[in-house]
């Protein structure tokens, strides 16, 4: 059975950088694509990011681009968030999932039904 346990977070200033890492256990990391999303108090969760498979393919909401970068590192089990240029809006939870271990599905930033979720690590973004 498929974990995800994501790390990573923590208090940083305005401007500041931090990477997100979301790490598997059971089951391979590299079949399907891999997705990073926000949620804060009272909202539903936001799709960020998301990576294909095989790393070659990654898309961003619009309020990550330029900002945040997904890579992956198949060999480890780990997909990242690199995340630069933080802003206070930024301070939430974020979350790592993935929609299947055995059907490779499309990297697309507007899904949200996921099969596999981690737990999330909270982002807190403050002078």
């Known amino acids: 059975q498929l974990q995800l346990v994501e790390s990573g977070g923590g208090l940083v200033q305005p401007g500041g950088s931090l990477r997100l890492s979301c790490a598997a256990s059971?089951?391979?990391?590299?079949?399907?694509?891999i997705h990073w999303f926000r949620q804060a108090p009272g909202k539903e969760r936001e799709g960020i990011s998301c990576?294909?498979?095989?790393?070659?393919?990654?898309n961003y909401a619009d309020s990550a681009k330029g900002r945040f970068t997904i890579s992956r590192d198949s060999a480890k089990n780990m997909v990242y968030l690199q995340m630069n240029n933080l802003r206070p809006e930024n301070t939430t939870v974020y979350y790592c999932?993935?929609?299947?271990?055995?059907?490779?599905?499309?990297?697309?930033?507007?899904?949200?039904?996921?099969?596999?979720w981690g737990k999330g690590t909270l982002v807190n973004v403050s002078s």
């Open positions: 990576i294909s498979a095989s790393g070659s393919n990654a």
């Open positions: 059971g089951e391979g990391l590299d079949y399907d694509a």
């Open positions: 999932a993935t929609k299947s271990t055995f059907v490779q599905t499309m990297c697309d930033i507007r899904s949200r039904s996921m099969g596999y």
